[in-house]
């Protein structure tokens, strides 16, 4: 049933509540909530369904309080959380909601506490209980709400997690995993342990910032699988994915890398695919629809699936991937756990390693590990670790960036939340890290100064390099925003770099298409088998057409008429959520003036960790600090069921 035509209905529901109780002060208002901010259209929607389903079904008695419920739980899904604790609102309300006007408005349905308000949803029939699941629109397990689809997909990858802990610990041969770490270090190599955790399980999570190896380890667990299986006379058939097409041909890149430096015979590098695919095409992306090709009927063809980039990776598409492994394979996921979350809702690998700072191995998994891999881990064990810890494997030590590097400096600064040490190392004379404070009254981003960094891709453009030496030369240098709207947000700078660019004669017209223009795609184009978040250049063919080109996993080039492209928008700044996934030689991160709730450390440590040789920061030391200090948190029910 289409309810779109129906806004009005709750409220009327809200004048009905006003007309049975005139002298309430703070009556339930939906359309107050959703000016403020509070709920988007799409929450109200929702909560017209669930009152027709009510309707259907047995009288409500607490209606509002049900739908307070499900407003809060779908406007909370909207804001990235898996769920909503219905207790934890009162210590952390979401922006916007005044907690007397929600307490007046529930006690006016006769809640009057939290336990109370559980009780309602228990006897609704717009609620099932998590015990006993049956398909009702919401799902209540102890004081968290879900949406049942969001239910399912966490009890999906609940289900799959815990039937790997039961499975017992594959062989490894020592011997080999010697082989391939030669150099025995003073101190416990993390990257030794974390070949031979992951080869005994059959799933790992391999987490580490920038340069910590993670590529470097994975290629010789692979190695190592693949030695193992040829001793056997098996052929492993492993595919390695990303969740972007960028992330995907920079995992087979360094894959390839890697893969020349290993010590063993030919047949094993030869065995190790290099060759990664996004996520979407491996499932078997049906565009447009949530289903894929693959699924639990109709499973993936691999006995070992890496995942790079698991940060990005939400909680629907984590979900569709488990459904898709089939039973005996083994899945690896390699990701940076600080890293922001996924643009849509879960945070799945922040909530898989949540303790993984503090808490190691259970004694006996140390034990095993220090016999395989000669290093003493017995320090590293803990009676309490829940199961999933001996999943998990975080690598501490940076080999991209030195003890003198003063982007490695401020990632592990910011990532610490120790604004002191931040502003430190921005003030210090580190030769890769500037600092651009605002000068007093500025009110617009400096594009002329931005713009500076994309000199030699206009020299390029100019030069008109072959696309592959272009496409080098572009992903040298990127501005990133915070923002998307507003004079420091991602389109009025894009805009601006536009019409400076034409103001100095590198551009003809910015409003139409032209040598040099970049383009991110905003959408998953099926006809053209491209993805949200690809990035295309625009240049001319050998027929002096122009064309834009979109770099393919494999590394070749397509070239496409614009007039083939739908959603895109400019790109020679991105907002940093967009960034997820690349890296680049210089990078300027651009932060607006005023204070805005997406300026946490996440944010801006996923926006340092981009750049690879310089990072310059465009902001305040008040924003700066405020961002140091303020955390992402998602709810869901990943973390309580498996650390606690
Ligand atoms: N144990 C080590 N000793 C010395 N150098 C290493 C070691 N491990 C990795 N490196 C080097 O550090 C660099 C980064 O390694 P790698 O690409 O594996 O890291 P990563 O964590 O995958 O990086 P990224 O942040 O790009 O994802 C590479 O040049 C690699 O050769």
Known sequence: MDFSN???????????????????????????????????????????????????????????????????????????????????????????????????????????????????????????????????????????????????????????????????????????????????ADAVDWQKVAVANAASLPFSVISGGPGTG????????????????????????????????????????????AKAGLPLSDDVKLAIPEQASTLHRLLGSDFGRSRFKHNKANPLHLDVLLVDEVSMVDLPMMAKLIDAMPPQARLILLGDKDQLASVEAGSVLGDLSYGIEEVYFQPEWAERLSRLTGENLAPFGNASAPPISRALTLLRTSYRFDANSGIGYLAKAMNAGDSQAVLRCLQSNNTDVEWRTPEEGQTKADIATLAKGYDDYWEAVRQNLDIAKLYEVFSRYQILTAVRQGEFGVEKVNAQLEQYFYQRGRVKDPHVWYPGKAVMLTRNDAALGLFNGDIGLCMPD???????????????????????????????????????????????????????????????????????????????????????????????????????
């Open 6 to 184: 129906q806004l009005g209905l709750l409220d009327s529901l809200d004048e009905k509540a006003r007309e049975e109780n005139p002298s309430a002060t703070t009556p339930f208002s939906l359309s107050a909530w959703q000016s403020k901010g509070v709920l988007r259209a799409i929450d109200r929607q929702w909560i017209e369904q669930l009152a027709q389903h009510a309707k259907e079904g047995n009288s409500e008695v607490n209606k509002s309080a049900v739908y307070i419920a499900g407003a809060l739980c779908s406007a909370y899904l909207g804001a990235g959380h898996i769920c909503i604790d219905l207790a934890n609102i009162w210590q952390r309300p979401p922006e916007g909601i005044d907690l007397e006007e929600l307490r007046a408005a529930l006690e006016k349905s006769g809640v009057k506490s939290v336990s109370a308000w559980c009780q309602v949803l228990q006897t609704s029939c717009l609620v099932s209980s998590a015990d006993s699941v049956v398909e009702r629109p919401m799902v209540l397990a102890g004081t968290r709400l879900y949406l049942y689809r969001y239910f399912q997909y966490e009890q999906q990858v609940l289900t799959y997690l815990k039937g790997q802990f039961t499975v017992a610990p594959f062989a490894v041969d020592a011997a080999l995993l010697a082989t391939l770490f030669p150099n025995k």
């Open 214 to 257: 993670k590529t470097t380890t994975v290629t010789r667990l692979l190695a190592l699988l693949v030695a193992q299986s040829l001793v056997e006379g098996k052929v492993l058939r492993i595919e390695l994915a990303a969740p972007t097409g960028k992330a995907a041909a920079r995992l087979t890149e360094s894959i390839s890398k």
């Open 542 to 644: 050998e027929f002096q057409r122009l064309r834009v080109w979109f770099m393919q996993p494999d590394g070749s080039f397509t070239g496409l008429l614009p007039s083939r492209l739908s959603e895109f928008e400019v790109v020679f700044a991105m907002t940093v959520h967009k960034s997820q996934g690349s890296e680049f030689d210089h990078v300027a991160l651009l932060l607006p003036m005023t204070p805005s709730p997406v300026l946490t450390k996440e944010l801006l440590y996923t926006g340092i960790t981009r750049a690879k040789r310089s990072f310059a920061l465009w902001g305040s030391s008040g924003l700066i600090r405020s961002a140091t200090s303020a955390r992402i948190e998602r709810y869901s029910g990943l973390i309580d069921e498996l650390w606690h």
